[in-house]
């Protein structure tokens, strides 16, 4: 049985049976929410567990359905998994991993981006790897063109097909010089999960250094990897002949805590993020006190709040340790709030302002410029992608019939339906499965007004 069938909550089947919710805004979110190990680690995390010839616990896994593809996927090629010693974990068996067919592969994948990830452990436990066509959020081109490249360095051999991409290694992989154009985070992490078993060493530069990196780093070390990390984003990776499972606690989602606090500044509520920590959202937490924000560090979780009324601030996306991309859309809505002129630079993805327009119908003041704006001091350098926006504020939101258009964009169009006055129609909302465990249950813990109405 797979993970949907024999663990999903009564949350998550409400998720994906009623896509379409009636909120009716205008209440202040007040209570408790707990958030469990980050979504863009764990999955990864799971994938980590081919690579070893003994079994691997991963705990504190979140229920959402971006864990159950990648469980299905790995059971497909032969991975045992099942419930741990302690809820939310997992028990991963892949002492028989055996090949899958690329129908199979297809099937399980569903809109997932995570098969690319298990290219490089299937071409060592294998000697060769499928990917199907790759879906994910809709936030602009996302190539694997990283992905491939590397593994072309590492002595794969890549196959195009019409239905998706053949991987092989005829001689084995090798460590190999790799410096990335740009510190993607996926790319850092197929390079990982390849290096680690690869003949040699591997130096991978201009990496990725996000905390969820820095815990796969230290779930592979569990494993008998030797890595080390140097200044400057240089990452060094001595290949091994074998790898042992792991036993080992994920790291709390820091992109779900971030938008619970902002959903407290945008209602203007009081909202405690248990498990959340404050060395992980360090960027995060001094860019919500200077829009006028509160928070209380305790040992077991951060209360947020307003500490009064909301200012403009000017925010420029960027990698680790800089703002999140994942966290701007969150934080927009509680922007359309502030006395003032506040400006995002997006400059992660290029189509991470769409979720705008639904704001603007609700009544914000929010222009997109979709080449970015020139001038101005900036600490992050100019990239050809970026667009901006500017939200002058504070405005007063109405409810609207509203779609969601990808995860994290989504979360914001439900915030601000729950800040708007008045009844709004959000449509699509299933999408939040994909990283948002027990969506539906945190909202109506808040004191969220909401019905479930198709």
Not at 144 to 167: C, N, Q, T, W, Y
Not at 255 to 282: C, H, P, R, Y
Not at 324 to 331: K, S
Request: charged fraction near 25%; hydrophobic fraction near 40%.
């Amino acid at each position: 049985m797979t993970l949907v069938e024999d663990t999903a909550t009564k949350d998550n089947a409400k998720s994906a049976a009623g896509e379409t919710l009636s909120i009716h805004g205008g209440r202040p979110l007040h209570g408790r929410v707990e958030v469990k190990g980050a979504k863009n680690l764990v999955t990864k995390a799971m994938v980590a567990s081919l690579l070893g010839e003994a079994p691997s616990v991963l705990r504190d896994v979140p229920d959402i359905s971006d864990v159950a593809v990648v469980r299905s996927l790995l059971e497909v090629h032969g991975v045992r998994v099942e419930e741990g010693d302690e809820p939310g974990s997992l028990r991963l068996d892949p002492r028989d991993v055996q090949s899958a067919h690329m129908e199979e592969i297809d099937a399980h994948a569903g809109a997932s981006r995570i098969p690319i990830l298990f290219c490089g452990p299937l071409l060592h436990q294998l000697g060769q790897a499928f990917i199907p066509d790759l879906g994910g959020c809709r936030i602009g081109d996302r190539p694997i063109d990283f992905h491939l490249d590397a593994l072309r360095k590492f002595g794969a051999v890549v196959e195009k097909l019409p239905s998706g991409i053949r991987l092989s290694a005829p001689r084995g992989l090798r460590g190999a010089s790799i410096h990335l154009p740009y510190p993607s985070v996926g790319a850092t992490e197929q390079v990982l999960l390849t290096a680690v078993r690869a003949r040699g060493v591997t130096e991978l530069r201009n990496a990725a250094i996000e905390p969820e990196i820095m815990d796969l780093i230290a779930v592979l070390q569990k494993m008998g990897a030797i890595i080390s990390y140097e200044p400057n984003r240089v990452i060094l990776i001595e290949g091994v002949e074998r790898l042992d499972g792991y036993d080992h606690r994920a790291i709390f989602d820091r992109n779900e805590a971030a938008s619970w606090a902002s959903a407290a500044l945008a209602t203007d509520g009081e909202i405690f993020v248990g498990g959340a920590k404050q060395q992980e959202m360090l960027t995060f937490l001094n860019v919500l006190r200077k829009v006028g924000g509160s928070f209380d560090i305790r040992e077991d979780g951060i209360l947020f709040r307003r500490g009064g009324d909301l200012r403009p601030v000017t925010v420029e996306t960027d990698v680790h340790p800089g703002f999140m991309t994942d966290w701007q859309q969150p934080l927009i809505v509680a922007l359309t709030q502030a006395t003032g002129q506040s400006t995002v630079h997006e400059t992660v993805y290029e189509n991470r302002f769409g979720f705008a327009e639904a704001l603007v119908k609700m009544g914000a003041d929010i222009t997109v410029y979709p080449h970015g704006l020139q001038g101005g001091p900036r600490r992050v350098p100019r990239r050809s992608l970026e667009q901006a926006a500017v939200i002058n504020g504070p405005t007063a939101l109405t409810g609207a019939d509203i779609t969601v258009p990808d995860l994290r964009g989504g979360y914001s169009h439900v915030i601000a339906a729950l800040t708007a006055d008045g009844t709004s129609t959000v449509r699509n909302v299933g999408i939040l499965s994909r990283g948002y465990e027990k969506f539906f249950d945190k909202l109506t813990a808040l004191g969220a007004d909401f019905d479930v109405v198709g």
